[in-house]
């Protein structure tokens, strides 16, 4: 296909629509992790591994995919991760102990990840400013589609053939991702663009992007703020069931409503950034985010933690930290403009690779608190704002 000349509201959707694989092989089995435990014979903590893994894959395979699609261009890279994908989940419905599924993962991981780094360098490819703003907003919102659905799927499959049917659903729906990918997304890199796929010359990209204290700083803020997403998305599914004992579909519910705010969180900002601008919406949002997070954890530790403690909070901190990652992008890739896949690779695999680090941190208390969550939670969100104001700082000196 040629290169479109403008970002059309047509390609946003589609590239939308397949950024969802990426929240539903993060998410799908969520409902099933407490089966899932029982049945592999092992802890909580070893249950939210299988949600780290995936983490580490997107992490690390950002960086190989990123200089990839710079060098053959964005469809090859979107193709073959979608392949990937596809066949480790059938990997995953066969696993037969805790360590071969983590790994498995790792590989959904490392597929995924060619979904967000395509999509980013796209928009980048054809946007900047406040445009390419809004794209990620639009994008993000989006993306909430599959948070959204995941938990529902995931619950349906689990009823209907047990934690494993839940990776068959995801390989079938991988297949068909590639297939309207194959199809739909054009080519949006020209040929007299693309950059040498060589070791050293990967290393000089990154090593650019890293002494650029303004994408370093608002890479930062991105990943910090993901990272409060995913401390959520590893615990939620214990805290909802153990602690406040909604049930496998209860949780499905409460994860819905959160996708939901997502997406309402990335449309508002959608909105309002083309008046306000991506640093300012950034630090509204980061404030909101705060704020929820710290009622999340008051209620926590001195209660009363009930359904309706838990769910509010939690809802205002996800619309928040949604806005907070399509505004850091834009802010992060407009620095990244020579090489968008490669700055887009690196912005993710930092933001992975905070984000499985942190993780755990909501379990490890156990899956009877949300102390651990809540605080994890306000912690990154305080990190994101920190490095966010740096950033900013050092864009007006």
Do not use: K
Request: proline share 4%; hydrophobic share 60%; glycine share 12%.
């Amino acid at each position: 296909m040629t290169t479109p000349r403008r970002l059309t509201p047509g390609l946003i959707a589609v590239l939308g629509a397949l950024m969802t694989a990426n929240p539903l092989a993060a998410s799908m089995f969520l409902p099933g992790l407490g089966a899932l435990v029982d049945d592999l014979d092992t802890t909580t903590a070893g249950g939210q591994m299988v949600y780290t893994g995936f983490l580490v894959g997107v992490a690390a395979g950002q960086l190989v995919i990123g200089p990839l699609s710079d060098a053959t261009g964005r469809r090859p890279a979107l193709r073959w991760g979608l392949a990937l994908l596809t066949l480790t989940a059938a990997a995953s419905a066969v696993a037969g102990s805790i360590e071969l599924l983590v790994a498995t993962r790792v590989g959904q991981g490392a597929g995924a990840a060619a979904v967000v780094v395509v999509a980013r360098a796209v928009v980048s490819d054809l946007a900047v400013g406040r445009q390419a703003a809004r794209a990620y907003s639009v994008l993000m919102g989006l993306i909430g589609a599959g948070p959204f659905v995941a938990p529902l799927l995931g619950a349906a499959a689990l009823a209907l053939g047990g934690w494993r049917a839940g990776f068959v659903a995801l390989a079938v729906l991988s297949g068909a991702a590639l297939l309207a990918a194959w199809v739909c997304v054009p080519e949006t890199l020209e040929r007299e663009r693309r950059t040498t796929l060589r070791l050293r010359a990967m290393g000089a990209r990154y090593g650019h992007l890293l002494r650029d204290r303004r994408y370093v700083l608002s890479a930062l803020a991105m990943a910090f703020g993901f990272a409060a997403l995913a401390v959520h998305s590893a615990a939620s599914s214990f805290v909802a069931q153990d602690i406040l004992r909604t049930g496998a579909w209860g949780f499905a519910v409460i994860y819905a409503l959160y996708a939901a705010a997502v997406l309402v969180g990335s449309m508002v900002n959608a909105v309002f950034v083309g008046r306000v601008g991506p640093a300012r919406m950034m630090a509204i949002a980061q404030a909101v985010g705060l704020g929820g997070t710290g009622a999340l954890l008051a209620f926590a530790l001195w209660g009363p933690f009930t359904l309706a403690t838990f769910v509010a909070p939690v809802l205002v901190s996800g619309a928040a930290a949604s806005a907070v990652l399509a505004n850091a992008s834009a802010l992060t890739l407009s620095r990244a403009r020579v090489a968008a896949g490669s700055g887009a690779a690196l912005m993710g695999a930092g933001q992975y690779a905070v984000a499985a680090a942190v993780a755990p941190i909501g379990g490890i208390l156990g899956a009877h608190t949300a102390v651990p969550m809540a605080a994890g939670m306000l912690a990154c969100l305080a990190v994101s704002a920190v490095c966010a104001l740096a950033a900013q700082r050092r864009h007006r000196s």
